[in-house]
C-alpha cells in the first residue's frame, strides 16, 4: 500500500454527532477523512453510547448555545483555520441554525480569497419518506442551504427540501434545478436513489444511484448518475462515511484542476461536461470505496449470525423465546461497519472503473 495521500494537506471543522461505540456521524466522518490523511477538528453535536438504530441509547444531545460556545473557544484562540467544513445532525432547529451561524463566519473570514473555503452540508433530516426530525428543523434547513457549497441529501430529502414530489429521474432534474437557481447552490450529490427508470436498475437486481450536479453560470444542471447494485443488509452510518469521503475526494479532484481551487465554490466553466466535473471524478471513487467495505462488512456481519437471515440458530432461539429486542440487539451489532479492518479500500479503491459516472439525460 502507498504512503503517499492524494489530498493535498487540508483542515476539515467536522459538525456532527458522536458515539462511544461504533462508526456514525463523527466517530466514521472523522476516522475517513484523517485515514486520508485530513486534519480534522470534531464539534460534536450529541455523546450518544451507541446510535439510534439499536433503538436503545443513552447520552447528550448540544444545545445551540453550548454548539456556539465551542467554536467560540476555537475562535479566541486563533484555530479556526479551516479549509473546509462538513456538516451533519443537528439535534435540533436551534442547532441547525448554530452551524449555519458558523459555516458563515468561515466564509466571510475566507471571501478575500476565493475558493480558500468550502462547506458540505448534509442536511440529516430523514429517509425513505420519513422525518425523524421535527418539522422546524426542515424550515431551518431550508434558509440554510443557499449558504452550502455542496449539499449531499437523500432522495427523501431533496424532496423535502425542493418541495417536489420525486417518482421520476424528471422529477430529480426537476428538485435539482429548482435548488440550482432558487437557492443558488453551486454543487448537488443525491443518494440512495431508486427510481424504476433509473439508468442500470433492473428487477432481478435492486439498484441504487448516486446523481450529482454541478451547475452552469446560468444556473442550470449538468447531471451525471453512478448506479450500483444494492447490498442486501441495513448499515448505519453510510451517509456519514459517504460525506467525508466526498470531502477528500473533491478536495484531490479540485487541486489536481488548474485554476479551479482558487475559483468561488469551485464551480467548473460551462463548457466541463457533466463527467468531466470534479464532483463526478469525486463520486466514483466515493462510490468505489463505499461498495468495496460495505460488501467486506456484509460478508462479515452473515458469518457473525450463521449465514442465516435472522440469525442463525441463535437468532431463531431468541425469536421463539419471543426475544425479539436481543435478536436485534445482535443483528444491529452485527451490521456495524467495518471500517478500521478496512482503510486500504477507503486509500487506494480498485474498483472505480465498475463505476464511472455516467452523464444524465433527462
Same mark, same amino acid.
Given at each position: 500500500m502507498s504512503t503517499d %495521500?492524494?489530498?493535498? @494537506? $487540508?483542515?476539515? %471543522? +467536522?459538525? +456532527?454527532?458522536?458515539?462511544v461505540y461504533g462508526y456514525v456521524g463523527n466517530s466514521m466522518a472523522g476516522l475517513v477523512m484523517q485515514s486520508l490523511g485530513i486534519e480534522v477538528a470534531a464539534l460534536n453535536t450529541v455523546h450518544f453510547s451507541n446510535h439510534t438504530g439499536y433503538r436503545q441509547f443513552k447520552g447528550t444531545r448540544a444545545t445551540a448555545e453550548e454548539i456556539r460556545d465551542i467554536y467560540e473557544g476555537l475562535?479566541?484562540?486563533? %484555530? $479556526? &483555520?479551516? &479549509?473546509m467544513m462538513l456538516s451533519g445532525y443537528a439535534p435540533s432547529a436551534d442547532a441547525v441554525a448554530a452551524v449555519g451561524a458558523i459555516a458563515r463566519d468561515l466564509k466571510l473570514q475566507a471571501s478575500t480569497k476565493?475558493?480558500?473555503f468550502f462547506w458540505v452540508l448534509d442536511p440529516v433530516m430523514g429517509d425513505q419518506g420519513r422525518l425523524y426530525v421535527n418539522e422546524d428543523v426542515v424550515s431551518a434547513y431550508t434558509n440554510l442551504i443557499r449558504d452550502a457549497d455542496l449539499i449531499l441529501p437523500n432522495q427523501f430529502e431533496l424532496e423535502t427540501l425542493s418541495d417536489t414530489p420525486i417518482t421520476s429521474l424528471q422529477d430529480i432534474k426537476t428538485a435539482v434545478t429548482k435548488l440550482h437557481s432558487a437557492h443558488r447552490i453551486p454543487h448537488i450529490l443525491v443518494t440512495s436513489v431508486h427510481i424504476p427508470s433509473s439508468p442500470g436498475s433492473s428487477t432481478s437486481s435492486p439498484t441504487l444511484s448516486v446523481i450529482g450536479s454541478s451547475r452552469r453560470s446560468d444556473h442550470t444542471p449538468r447531471l451525471f448518475s453512478i448506479s450500483f447494485s444494492a447490498i442486501d443488509c441495513f448499515f448505519s452510518g453510510t451517509g456519514d462515511m459517504f460525506a467525508a469521503l466526498t470531502v477528500a475526494r %473533491?478536495? @484531490?479532484a479540485v487541486t489536481s484542476t488548474p485554476g479551479l481551487p482558487t475559483t468561488n465554490s469551485w464551480l467548473s466553466s460551462d463548457d466541463v461536461e457533466a463527467t468531466d466535473l470534479p464532483l463526478a471524478q469525486a463520486a466514483e471513487k466515493v462510490v468505489a470505496s463505499m461498495q468495496a467495505v460495505l460488501a467486506k462488512t456484509k460478508n462479515e456481519r452473515d458469518k457473525v449470525l450463521g449465514g442465516v437471515g435472522i440469525g442463525g440458530e441463535q437468532g431463531a432461539m431468541e425469536k421463539e423465546a419471543g426475544n425479539e429486542k436481543v435478536g436485534h440487539l445482535r443483528r444491529t451489532? +452485527? +451490521? @456495524?461497519?467495518?471500517v478500521v479492518r478496512n482503510l486500504r479500500e477507503l486509500r487506494e479503491p480498485r474498483e472505480v472503473d465498475r463505476f464511472r459516472a455516467r452523464r444524465l439525460e433527462i
Open positions: %495521500l492524494p489530498i493535498p @494537506e $487540508t483542515r476539515v %471543522l +467536522a459538525v +456532527a454527532s458522536h458515539v475562535k479566541q484562540s486563533y %484555530l $479556526t &483555520d479551516f &479549509d476565493p475558493g480558500s %473533491l478536495r @484531490e451489532k +452485527a +451490521a @456495524e461497519v467495518r
